[in-house]
């Protein structure tokens, strides 16, 4: 039974590790293009003299993608600002590791209720059938990181109360 689980174990981790070598490439991908197209901006604009509308709107929607998967990743890393005043009252590891579990069970919530809010909001933007204004792709596509964002997240935010549960049923190390 336990080496069933060490499997299992091992299987999870690698896919939360495979998940996260996505997330670092699509975040290295996502602002390497966007920097080719903010420096095409100004090239076409200063040296050519010509606007490229395109080069503006798609850099924007690249950095809301790379805002919703960076907050995946940030959530992996536990990189997220946080107010740790509740444990500064508390010096039993034990307290402090519940507190932090606590937080997690309540981001868990929030993570639930924004990939809800997401699920609900997307298919209405699919069926509004809206293009953007300077490429011309449909409006659900940008749109979609809601939903990729929300679920990505909520991956990590399990993740991360897994982690956390583990480390307190383990005496709060």
């Not at 798609?58 to 907050?71: D, E, K």
Request: one cysteine or more; charged letters at 15%; proline letters at 2%.
């Amino acid at each position: 039974m336990e080496k069933y689980v060490e499997k299992k174990k091992s299987f999870i981790s690698s896919a939360i590790d495979g998940l996260v070598k996505v997330e670092n490439v699509s975040l290295v991908l996502l602002m390497t293009g966007m920097i080719i197209l903010c420096f095409l901006q100004v090239l076409f604009r200063y040296v050519f003299e010509f606007s490229a509308p395109w080069t503006e709107e798609l850099s924007r929607y690249m950095m809301v993608w790379l805002i919703f998967i960076g907050a995946a990743w940030a959530t992996h890393a536990q990189n997220h600002i946080e107010i740790d005043v509740l444990e500064l009252f508390f010096k039993n590891k034990v307290v402090r590791k519940s507190i932090e579990l606590v937080t997690s069970l309540i981001i868990l919530i929030f993570c639930v209720f924004f990939l809800y809010s997401a699920a609900v909001y997307l298919p209405q933007v699919v069926a509004s059938n809206e293009r953007t204004i300077a490429l011309g792709i449909p409006m659900w596509i940008p749109q979609s990181c809601l939903l990729v964002g929300a679920i990505l997240i909520l991956i990590h935010s399990v993740e991360v109360f897994v982690r956390k549960l583990t480390d307190l049923l383990k005496g709060g190390r």
